[in-house]
């Protein structure tokens, strides 16, 4: 583990429920990486991220996002296998450097878009595939959080310094395209945007980064849609939704109710429940636990680590969220800002290394 915050505890109970052991952990000083080695029962710390990677099979980087590339890439030449937490970079440039560099050294490199592992995400994946919603007409998607809502809330990811150009878009607004186009088999080729702040100082420093951002978007097969992200929306927890509507029907999944997938149909709308008896094949074997058990979070975040050590090993499961797709969401966040900035529509860089 690389890191030893929220993320590393979280990246760490899914290694070992997948099966790894979690043998070293590396931090921004010898101290924080004692103490969080200590609180995560982690036996050994390294200086480094390159001498971490000396000594095991994966590193997994949970570290600030300015720092994600060049970790990553110091655990690729080292010769280490990688998950590294979205964003991938925090330019798309920068993600480009990180897929050359894991398709030429040969490893598996993924990056944790952890609601594809939800099964009803898949199950709805498999029935938009089916042609169960006919041709995609309009998509609607929504990140809503409100831990930055107060003027007195404050974050590393404020700091462009450390998190980044994009705070609200390239944190959350990454899982939310991911999953539209994951579930459309579809891609963004154009967007318009528009971006707020909440408060124009956070901490005594200025906010150079947005807490919301509201995007209109075109796919490539000709849908049109909207996406709102915003960190500042009251009461909202983690409410992330994505709808796709077409001519034959629409589906729509929601985060915080993960184990029911709306259906809608011109006679109607139901809900199917979570029962892998009649799930699709990939819904059912992420179904883990018997239909009226709920699954959540933690869950899909140990089915990613699952699947991404079995591709280490030589199996190539469906559906792995891999650096191509960290690349793609850093190409949708420098639209969103390039957007927002200039008040016209613009495309989406399409070219090598895009999925």
């Known amino acids: 583990m690389v890191g030893g915050g929220?993320?590393?505890?979280?990246?760490?109970?899914?290694?070992?429920?997948?099966?790894?052991?979690?043998?070293?952990?590396?931090?921004?000083s010898r101290e924080s990486a004692e103490r969080a080695a200590r609180a995560l029962g982690v036996p050994e710390t390294a200086p480094d991220v390159v001498a971490l990677a000396r000594q095991v099979d994966v590193v997994h980087v949970c570290s600030p996002n300015a720092v994600h590339a060049a970790h990553a890439l110091a655990a690729i030449e080292a010769g280490a296998h990688v998950v590294c937490e979205k964003?991938?970079?925090?330019?798309?440039?920068e993600a480009a450097v990180l897929v050359r560099a894991a398709d030429e050294a040969g490893v598996t490199a993924t990056v944790p878009f952890v609601y594809r592992f939800h099964p009803m995400v898949r199950e709805a994946r498999a029935r938009v595939a089916a042609g169960a919603v006919g041709r995609l007409l309009t998509v609607?998607?929504?990140?809503?959080?409100?831990?930055?809502l107060d003027a007195g809330a404050d974050d590393w990811r404020v700091d462009p310094e450390a998190g980044g150009p994009s705070r609200a878009f390239a944190d959350i607004g990454s899982h939310l395209v991911d999953l539209l186009e994951f579930v459309a088999g579809d891609q963004v080729v154009r967007l318009a945007a528009t971006i707020a702040r909440a408060h124009p100082v956070r901490a005594g420093r200025p906010v150079l980064t947005e807490d919301a951002a509201a995007v209109v978007v075109e796919t490539r097969g000709g849908a049109v849609g909207t996406l709102l992200v915003s960190q500042v929306s009251a009461g909202r927890k983690n409410a992330l939704t994505v709808e796709l509507a077409g001519t034959a029907g629409a589906v729509q999944v929601e985060q915080e109710r993960p184990d029911e997938l709306w259906l809608g149909r011109p006679e109607g709308a139901t809900v199917l429940a979570r029962d892998p008896a009649r799930l699709s094949p990939?819904?059912?074997?992420?179904?883990?636990?018997?239909?009226?058990?709920p699954m959540g979070y933690l869950d899909a975040f140990e089915a990613f680590a699952r699947d991404t050590y079995a591709r280490v090993r030589g199996e190539e499961p469906d559906g792995l969220p891999r650096f191509a797709d960290g690349l793609r969401a850093a190409r949708l966040t420098d639209a969103v800002l390039r957007a927002a900035a200039s008040g016209t529509w613009v495309p989406v860089d399409h070219s090598e290394g895009a999925p």
């Open 6 to 28: 929220f993320m590393a505890r979280t990246h760490a109970h899914a290694a070992r429920a997948a099966g790894a052991h979690v043998v070293a952990l590396t931090s921004s």
């Open 87 to 93: 964003p991938l970079a925090t330019s798309a440039g």
């Open 140 to 148: 609607r998607g929504t990140y809503l959080q409100d831990w930055m």
């Open 282 to 293: 990939d819904a059912a074997r992420l179904s883990t636990v018997p239909a009226g058990h």
